[in-house]
């Protein structure tokens, strides 16, 4: 899909991100192949939470989570903040429509488990992160 694209007022402004991109296939660690659409959207959100905002140099200041400074934190104190720190990460992404549905899972002695639901412009589906406190 190619952007859409509108010039108003002399400003640009994208529209319609194109998701077409390369598949990730994180259990053999190689990338081969096409995904599209609701696939590329897992990878997108993988992807996002999986970089550390502000951590490197070749993404934006919007791109990505900060996680790195809940460690030690109490858990009372992670888990809202993770619920919150997710859905402004990943709502960045216009396809992005909500995040919804976050149920925690602390069976793990110092690691913080989630689970929620994205909801895109594709469809719906499952995701989840784990945080070390």
Not at 32 to 57: C, F, P
Request: aromatic fraction near 10%; charge should be negative.
């Amino acid at each position: 899909m190619i952007p859409k694209i509108s010039f108003e007022n002399g400003n640009i402004e994208i529209k319609e991100q194109p998701t077409l991109t390369h598949r990730m296939d994180r259990e053999k660690e190689y990338i081969k192949g096409k995904a599209d659409e609701i696939e590329a959207m897992k990878q997108a959100v993988y992807k996002i939470l999986m970089t550390e905002r502000y951590g490197s140099i070749i993404y934006s200041g919007n791109y990505g989570i900060e996680l790195a400074d809940l460690f030690g934190q109490p858990v009372s104190y992670v888990c809202p903040e993770l619920e919150r720190r997710i859905a402004e990460a990943l709502l960045w992404d216009k396809r992005i429509e909500s995040v919804a549905d976050f149920q925690f899972d602390l069976s793990e002695k110092g690691v913080v488990s989630v689970r929620f639901i994205v909801h895109t412009i594709f469809g719906a589906f499952d995701a989840e992160r784990s945080v070390n406190v």
